[in-house]
C-alpha cells in the first residue's frame, strides 16, 4: 500500500513538471480589458477551469455565481492578484458580512494596462499609458426551501472605465441559483447564471454541475458550459482534492474559440484554520502563463471568536420564536431544547422554555397534542411502531404524564415484544417441532421427568411457547399424582442404574421419587450422591487423559519455552513475548505449571520495559511537539504495564489538551457551515476524552 507520505511528494513531482511545462512559454503583449473579463478574480475558481457556478470555492468566486455567497456564514476578507511580466496590474478584494437570514458583500477590483501597448479592432495599436478599470460589486445572497437546499444571489455592478475604444456602463447586474440534487446523488449541485442582465455589453447563461465528496480526501468535482450572446459557447471542467488537511491541490481545462483563456491550469492552496493561500498558474493568449494568487481570511473568528457562533445561535432562537409565537408549541420546545443542549446558560431559551411551560399549563397547546395523539395513533394503526413512538415521545416532552401517550407507548412496546417473540418462533420453527414431536413420545410413554427435560428445550428457543407451557403443568401434576407402589417402582428402577455405574439415569429416577414423596429423605441423599460419584467419575478421566496428554506435549512445551529464551536473551523482547505467550498457552491448557510460572514472570518483566521503553518514546515525541503520537506511545505504554503511573499522568493530560483542540477546531468548522467536517472533529475529540461536555452537546445539537 502507498503510504501518505508517497502520494504527496508524488503529486508535488506532478505539479512541479505542470507548471514548468506551462511556465516555459514565451511572454507576449497583453490584450484588451474584454479579455481581463473572463479571469475569474479567485484562485480557486481560475485553477479548476475559470468558472465554477455550483461549487462556492471561496469569497471571491461570488463574481462566478453570487447564489454561492449564501454559503458563508462568517465575516469573511479575500485579497486577490494577478502578475503579468509587464506592468499591467489586476486586484481584487471582497468582504462579506452575514446578517439574519442573508449574506451581504461587497467587492472592489482594478485594471490597470500602465504602458503596455494595446491594438484596436483594426489591429491598429494605440497607447494604454494611465487606462485604468475599477468596478464595485454589490452583492446579496440567502437559503430557500424546508432543508435550505436552494441558494439565490444578486450582483449589482458599477463600473467606471477610463480604457480606449470602450463604452462606459455605469451598472450591470447579475443573477445566480444553486440547487442541492440529493435525490440524484449525495453531493451533487446544480449552478445556473444569468450575466451582465440590462447591459448593452455581451451577455451570458452559464449552467454547471458540482459535486463534493469530503469524506473522499475532500473531492470537488464540478463541469460549465458558458453561452455567450457575441460568441460561440465555452467549456470547462475541474478538480480539486485534499491529500493531506491543510494542502489543496487542483486542476482545470478550458475550452473556448478565444485561444488566450483555452488549455491547462493547476493550482495548489494551503489551509491553516482560518487562514488559506492559493496559487494558480493559467494560460493566456496560448503562450502567456499568468500566475493568480489569493488570501481568505476569516475575519471574524480573529477578531471576536464568539461572533459567528452567536449568528447560528440566534439564528436557531429565531425559528424556534417563531414556531412559538405560532403555538406550536411542542415543536418549538424541541427546538428549544436543543439550543439548551449545547448552550445551557442561553437566558432568551430559558425564559422561552418557563413561557412555554404556562402556556402549556393554560392549556394552549390542547390542539397541537391532540394533533400529535391522532398521527401517533394513525402511525400505531398502520403498524409504523417508530414513527408512532415519536409523536408519543413529543407528546410526553410537551405533557408529562399525558395518559394517553404513556397507554400508546406502553401498547408500541407490547407490539414491538410481540414481533420479536413471533420472529424467534418463525426463525426456529422447525427445531421446535422437531422437540415437540421428541418430547411428546416421551410424554406418550409415561416418562414425565425425561419428557419435562426434552420440553425445556422448547422454552430456551420460546420462553413464551403457550403448548409447551400447558404440557409442563400437565407433567408436573401427574408425578405429584404418582401413588406409593409406583414411587418403591422408581426408587428401585433407581437403586439398579446406582448399581451399575449408571448415575446419570438413576439422578432422573430419584428426582422423581423426592418430587412425588418429599419425605423421603434416602432418595434425596441418593440424588447427591449420583452428583458426587459423577464429579469424582469426571475427575478421574479428566487426570488420566492430562497424564497422556502431558506425555505427548512435553517437548512442545520444552521448545517453545528455549525458543522464548534464545529471543529474550537477544533483546528481541517482542518476539520472546510472542514465544513466552505460546508456552504459558501450552503448560496452563496441559498444567505444566513450572512452565507456566516461569513464561508469567519474564512476561511480566518485558512488559515492564517494554512500558518505559515507549515512554521514553512518547515523551520525546511531546517535545517535539508531536502530540499525536507521543499519545499513541503513551497509551502503548500502560498497555505494556497499567500500573506505569508517569505514563498514565501524562497519557490524561495529553487527552485533554487534544480533546480541545479538536473541539475548537469543531467549531471552527461548524461556524463556517461545514457540518460533516465539524461532525468528524467533535467525534474526534470524544474518542480522546468521552465525558468532555462540549463536543458531546455539538453533537447532539447536530442530530
Aim: charged share 25%; with cysteine.
Amino acid at each position: 500500500m502507498v503510504s501518505s507520505k508517497t502520494y504527496i511528494n508524488t503529486s508535488l513531482i506532478f505539479f512541479m513538471c505542470v507548471v514548468q511545462a506551462i511556465a516555459a512559454k514565451p511572454v507576449s503583449p497583453v490584450k484588451t480589458n474584454i479579455d481581463f473579463y473572463k479571469i475569474a478574480p479567485d484562485a480557486k475558481t481560475s485553477a479548476v477551469g475559470g468558472d465554477n457556478v455550483a461549487l462556492t470555492a471561496s469569497l471571491a468566486s461570488v463574481i462566478s455565481n453570487p447564489a454561492g455567497l449564501a454559503g458563508i456564514y462568517q465575516h469573511k476578507l479575500s485579497l486577490s492578484h494577478i502578475v503579468w511580466t509587464d506592468n499591467t496590474k489586476f486586484g481584487f478584494a471582497s468582504y462579506a458580512v452575514p446578517l439574519e437570514h442573508a449574506t451581504l458583500a461587497l467587492s472592489a477590483g482594478y485594471l490597470g494596462y500602465g504602458d503596455t501597448p494595446g491594438y484596436d479592432n483594426n489591429l491598429k495599436p494605440y497607447s494604454l499609458s494611465s487606462s485604468y478599470e475599477t468596478d464595485l460589486v454589490l452583492s446579496y445572497a440567502r437559503k430557500f426551501g424546508a432543508g435550505e437546499d436552494s441558494m439565490l444571489g444578486i450582483n449589482t455592478k458599477f463600473v467606471n472605465k477610463k480604457l480606449a475604444y470602450f463604452t462606459h456602463e455605469p451598472i450591470t447586474m447579475d443573477l445566480g441559483g444553486i440547487w442541492k440534487l440529493p435525490f440524484l446523488s449525495e453531493g451533487l449541485s446544480l449552478g445556473l447564471v444569468y450575466k451582465n442582465a440590462g447591459s448593452t455589453q455581451p451577455q451570458s447563461l452559464v449552467t454547471g454541475f458540482g459535486y463534493h465528496n469530503e469524506g473522499y480526501n475532500d473531492l470537488s468535482v464540478n463541469v460549465n458550459a458558458d453561452a455567450t450572446s457575441n460568441s460561440m459557447p465555452s467549456y470547462s471542467a475541474g478538480i480539486s482534492i485534499a491529500p493531506a488537511h491543510f494542502l489543496r491541490m487542483r486542476a482545470g481545462w478550458r475550452e473556448t474559440v478565444n485561444k488566450y483563456e483555452s488549455g491547462l491550469r493547476v493550482g495548489l492552496g494551503v489551509e491553516v484554520g482560518n487562514f488559506s493561500v492559493d496559487y494558480a498558474l493559467l494560460p493566456y493568449d496560448g503562450v502567456l502563463a499568468l500566475h493568480h494568487i489569493g488570501i481568505d481570511i476569516a475575519i471574524g473568528s480573529i477578531f471576536k471568536p464568539q461572533t459567528d457562533p452567536e449568528y447560528h445561535l440566534k439564528r436557531h432562537f429565531t425559528h424556534a420564536k417563531k414556531l412559538f409565537d405560532a403555538k406550536k408549541y411542542v415543536r418549538a420546545r424541541a427546538e428549544f431544547e436543543q439550543i439548551l443542549a449545547l448552550y445551557p446558560d442561553y437566558v432568551p431559551a430559558i425564559d422561552y422554555i418557563n413561557r412555554m411551560a404556562q402556556a402549556m399549563k393554560e392549556g394552549s397547546s390542547t390542539d397541537e397534542i391532540g394533533a400529535y395523539l391522532r398521527k401517533a395513533d394513525e402511525c400505531l394503526a398502520n403498524n409504523d411502531f417508530l414513527a408512532a413512538r415519536k409523536y408519543y415521545g413529543m407528546v410526553l416532552a410537551a405533557e408529562n404524564g399525558n395518559s394517553m401517550a404513556v397507554a400508546g407507548l406502553t401498547r408500541v412496546n407490547e407490539l414491538i415484544d410481540g414481533l420479536q417473540s413471533d420472529k424467534a418462533r418463525d426463525d426456529n420453527r422447525d427445531v421446535i417441532a422437531k422437540i415437540w414431536e421428541e418430547a411428546s413420545v416421551l410424554y406418550a410413554r409415561g416418562e414425565y421427568l425425561n419428557a419435562k427435560e426434552v420440553f425445556r428445550g422448547i422454552l430456551a428457543l420460546d420462553p413464551k411457547h403457550k403448548e409447551t407451557l400447558e404440557r409442563i403443568v400437565e407433567i408436573d401434576n401427574q408425578l405429584a399424582k404418582i401413588n406409593a407402589s409406583r414411587v418403591n417402582e422408581m426408587f428401585d428402577s433407581g437403586m439398579d442404574l446406582y448399581n451399575t455405574g449408571k448415575y446419570k439415569e438413576a439422578i432422573r429416577y430419584f428426582e422423581a421419587v423426592v418430587i412425588a414423596a418429599p419425605h423421603r429423605m434416602d432418595a434425596e441423599e441418593l440424588v447427591a450422591k449420583c452428583k458426587q460419584r459423577l464429579v469424582d467419575d469426571e475427575a478421574r478421566a479428566k487426570r488420566e487423559r492430562l497424564a497422556k496428554e502431558q506425555s505427548r506435549m512435553k517437548g512442545e512445551v520444552e521448545g517453545a519455552f528455549a525458543r522464548a529464551m534464545s529471543f529474550y536473551e537477544e533483546g528481541d523482547y517482542i518476539k520472546a513475548m510472542e514465544w513466552f505467550n505460546k508456552t504459558d498457552d501450552v503448560a496452563s491448557q496441559y498444567e505444566f505449571e513450572e512452565y507456566q510460572d516461569d513464561s508469567k514472570k519474564y512476561i511480566a518483566t518485558i512488559k515492564s520495559t517494554l512500558s518505559e521503553r515507549h515512554y521514553k518514546f512518547g515523551f520525546n515525541f511531546y517535545q517535539q511537539n508531536r502530540f499525536e503520537s507521543a499519545y499513541s506511545e503513551y497509551r502503548k505504554a500502560i498497555q505494556y504495564n497499567p500500573d506505569n503511573s508517569s505514563a498514565k499522568l501524562e497519557l490524561d493530560r495529553l487527552a485533554k489538551m487534544l480533546a480541545q483542540n479538536y473541539y475548537e477546531r469543531g467549531m471552527s468548522y461548524y461556524t463556517q457551515g461545514d457540518y460533516n467536517k465539524a461532525r468528524e472533529l467533535f467525534s474526534k475529540s470524544l474518542s480522546y476524552q468521552p465525558d468532555k461536555l462540549e463536543p458531546q452537546r455539538a453533537l447532539d445539537r447536530m442530530k
